[in-house]
C-alpha cells in the first residue's frame, strides 16, 4: 500500500496525529496491534496543569482545541466542559490554591478561588472541613476510546486503518510480525509505552494506576474532584502514591482514583493498592463508601524523565517521528501534540515552542548524527 505516513499506535495520540495529517492533505496508513493502552485504561480528564511552562501551554492550548472539537463531536464521545475542583484541606494548601490561581490566570484561564461554605455549596456530598478549592472552569471530560474513534473517521479516505503488530522499526521501514515490510515517506511512532519495544534506547517507563467505576448515581457531583495533594503525592517519583481523583461520568456513574507505581508491569490488580486508593478517596467523599462499584482495572502511563512527552523527529533515526511519553497527560494533550508533531513534519513553524518537547533533549548530544544533511520530510512529502 502507498502512504505518506505510517502511525504506529490507534490511540488518542496516534488518531490525533492521523485526523492532523487527513486535515493537511496527508495519506495515513495507522497500525494498531489492539494490545490495549492507556487511552482505554485513563479517565479522559482534560486539565490544564502548570508543574512547569511547557506542560501548562501544551495542555492548556489543546484544551481550547478539545473545547472547538467538543462542538462537532458526537455524543458518544462523552465531551463535557464540567471544570475542575482542586481541593483545599489545609491552610497551606490553600496558599498552593492561591499560587496555583496566580499562574493560571497568567495564561488566561478562567479560575476562582472558593472559601469552605462555597465549596460545599458547589458540592455538598464533600466532607465538612475542608478549608476551599481552586475552580478551573476551563477543564473537562472525554470518553477517549470513542474519541480516538472519531478523529480517525474524519480523516475520511485519507486515513486507512489495520490490525497489524509491528516487530521493528528503522526509520522509514516498518517490518510486521508476519515479515511484511512498509515504507512510507516518514513513520510516526504513537503506541505509548509499547513504544520502548520498538525503541530501546526511548527513555520511558511505565507508571501503573488503579482505576474503579460505580454503578449508576446521577447528580452526586458536577465537577471533577481533585485534592491539591495530587501535585506532590502523585507525582512522586519513589514508591507508591495515591491522590483523590473522582470524576462524574455523563452516564451518572463515578470515575474514582488515582495510583502511581513504579518498576512493575503486572497488570493484575493490586488490591492493598486499589483499598488504599479508595479510602483516599472515601476520606473526602465519605458517601463513596455506601456506593456500587461495578469494576476496576489498571493501566500503564508511559513517562519520560522530565515528565514531558517526546514530540519531534528521533534524534539517531531520521524519518523515525516521536509522538511518546505522555504520562497521565495523553488524552489531554492530544490535540496539540498532533500539531506540533504535523508542523514540524511539514516543515512549518509550530504554533507552540517546539524546543521543550524535542526528543534530542533526552539523548547524549554526542550520540545524535548530523540530520540536517537528510532530505527534509517536508521535501518527502511534497507539502509547503
Known amino acids: 500500500m502507498n502512504t505518506d505516513v505510517i502511525i504506529i499506535g490507534a490511540g488518542i495520540i496516534g488518531a490525533a496525529c492521523a485526523h492532523e495529517l487527513a486535515a493537511n492533505g496527508v495519506d495515513v496508513l495507522l497500525l494498531d496491534a489492539q494490545l490495549g493502552g492507556a487511552t482505554a485504561a485513563g479517565m479522559g480528564h482534560l486539565v490544564a496543569l502548570d508543574d512547569n511552562a511547557a506542560e501548562l501551554a501544551l495542555s492548556n492550548y489543546s484544551i481550547q482545541r478539545w473545547r ?27 496558599a498552593v490554591a492561591e499560587h496555583k490561581l496566580n499562574t493560571l490566570s497568567e495564561q488566561g484561564l478562567s479560575c476562582e478561588l472558593l472559601g469552605s461554605a462555597a ?45 497489524a503488530r509491528v516487530a521493528r522499526v528503522q526509520g522509514q521501514q516498518v517490518e510486521l510480525s508476519d515479515g511484511r515490510v512498509l515504507r512510507a515517506q516518514a513513520v510516526v511512532l504513537a503506541n505509548g509505552i509499547h513504544a520502548t519495544e520498538l525503541c530501546p534506547e526511548l527513555p520511558i517507563q511505565p507508571k501503573k494506576g488503579h482505576l474503579l467505576i460505580t454503578d449508576r448515581y446521577p447528580g452526586r457531583i458536577s465537577h471533577t474532584l481533585v485534592e491539591l495533594g495530587y501535585v506532590t503525592s502523585a507525582h512522586n517519583s519513589e514508591g507508591p502514591s495515591v491522590a483523590c481523583n473522582i470524576q462524574p461520568r455523563p452516564t451518572g456513574q463515578l470515575f474514582i482514583g488515582s495510583s502511581r507505581q513504579f518498576g512493575t508491569c503486572d497488570p493484575a490488580i493490586d488490591s492493598w493498592m486499589l483499598a ?28 519520560s524523565p522530565d515528565g ?27 490535540p496539540g501534540t498532533a500539531e506540533l508533531l504535523v508542523a514540524q513534519l511539514l516543515g512549518r513553524q509550530p504554533t507552540l515552542a517546539s524546543k521543550p518537547y524535542c526528543p534530542a533533549r533526552l539523548f547524549r548530544a554526542s550520540d545524535e548524527p548530523s540530520m540536517h544533511a537528510n532530505v527534509s520530510a517536508k521535501e518527502r512529502l511534497g507539502h509547503d
Open 68 to 94: 472547538e472539537l467538543g462542538r462537532l463531536m458526537d455524543e458518544s464521545c462523552g465531551y463535557r466542559n464540567n471544570g475542575t475542583l482542586w481541593l483545599a484541606a489545609s491552610e497551606g494548601e490553600m
Open 276 to 303: 488504599r486508593m479508595l479510602k483516599r478517596a472515601v476520606d473526602y467523599m465519605p458517601g463513596l463508601a455506601q456506593l456500587n462499584a461495578i469494576r476496576s482495572w489498571t493501566g500503564f502511563r508511559a513517562a
Open 308 to 334: 514531558l512527552p517526546l514530540v519531534g523527529e528521533h534524534p539517531l533515526q531520521p524519518g523515525l517521528w516521536l509522538a511518546v511519553g505522555h504520562e497521565g497527560l495523553g488524552v489531554t494533550t492530544a
Open 119 to 163: 465549596l460545599k455549596a458547589a458540592e455538598p456530598e464533600l466532607r465538612s472541613g475542608l478549608h476551599g478549592a481552586l475552580k478551573v472552569s476551563g477543564d473537562g471530560i472525554l470518553y477517549a476510546p470513542n474519541a480516538a474513534r472519531w478523529l480517525i473517521a474524519q480523516g475520511g479516505k485519507r486515513v486507512v486503518q489495520r490490525q
